[in-house]
Structure formats: structure tokens, C-alpha cells
């Protein structure tokens, strides 16, 4: 199973990102976990570091939502190389289908992240 380098969470909810950060430390394939409480704090993060090899980004935060960091990262031109996993409580359709119009995002998955999901994502998206 692949092993990543940074992996960022961006949610407003402790609790999730507590679960998912538990589900990475419980597979031990990640060196970093950043957490973010909203787009604007991942955004700024994102211009002071290297960029992750994947970032969950939810949809609904204060400040800047999901779909403003993403159009704020598109137009800086960074982290093209980053994949994208909206995690989100939100079952909206156009939601779903707004997720993929941008380049990076590879999956749409309800709350919360589990292991199991964990590893279909590495096995799919990082182990070619």
C-alpha cells in the first residue's frame, strides 16, 4: 500500500478530523497530517509549505468553503500534482457533480473516513 509523504484534512469539524487523523496513525502510512479548520487557513498553509499528496477538503466552512480553495489554488497554479478527496456530509448532487470540475479532485465520499476507504484510495490512486 502506498505510504504518504503529507496529507492534509481540511474540515471545520474537530471530530472528524480526530477520526480521520486516528484512521491514518491506525494504517501508518502517512508521515505528516496537517489539519486545516477552513479553506483560508489551508490556503495560506499551502503557500508557506510543499504542497501534500492528497487533501480532504470539505465542502461547507466558514470563511472560505471547499469550492473557494480550490479556485483559489487553481488560480495560483500550485499543487496540480496534489490529489483531492471532497469529504463532505453534503448528499447535493450539483455538489458532486461541481467536485469534478476541477483537475485534482479524484473522489467524493460521505463522512466520516474509515480505514477500509483509506486504503481503496491508496490502492487506486497512488499504487500504479
Given at each position: 500500500m502506498h505510504h504518504f509523504n503529507k496529507v492534509l484534512?481540511?474540515?471545520?469539524?474537530?471530530?472528524?478530523?480526530?477520526?480521520?487523523?486516528?484512521?491514518?496513525?491506525?494504517?501508518?502510512?502517512?508521515?505528516?497530517?496537517?489539519?486545516?479548520?477552513?479553506?483560508?487557513?489551508?490556503?495560506?498553509?499551502?503557500?508557506?509549505?510543499?504542497?501534500p499528496d492528497i487533501i480532504f477538503l470539505d465542502i461547507r466552512m466558514p470563511?472560505?468553503?471547499?469550492?473557494?480553495?480550490?479556485?483559489?489554488?487553481?488560480?495560483?497554479?500550485?499543487?496540480?500534482?496534489?490529489?483531492?478527496?471532497?469529504?463532505?456530509?453534503?448528499?447535493?448532487?450539483?455538489d458532486k457533480a461541481k467536485a469534478f470540475t476541477y483537475k485534482g479532485v479524484i473522489d467524493y465520499l460521505e463522512k466520516p473516513l474509515t480505514e477500509k476507504t483509506i486504503q481503496m484510495i491508496a490502492n487506486t490512486w497512488f499504487d500504479k
Open positions: 484534512l481540511v474540515d471545520d469539524d474537530d471530530a472528524t478530523n480526530f477520526l480521520t487523523e486516528l484512521a491514518f496513525k491506525n494504517l501508518a502510512i502517512a508521515n505528516e497530517i496537517e489539519m486545516a479548520s477552513d479553506g483560508l487557513i489551508a490556503y495560506e498553509w499551502i503557500r508557506q509549505n510543499n504542497c470563511r472560505m468553503d471547499g469550492f473557494d480553495f480550490l479556485d483559489n489554488i487553481t488560480k495560483m497554479n500550485v499543487c496540480k500534482q496534489a490529489k483531492i478527496v471532497m469529504l463532505t456530509s453534503s448528499t447535493r448532487a450539483e
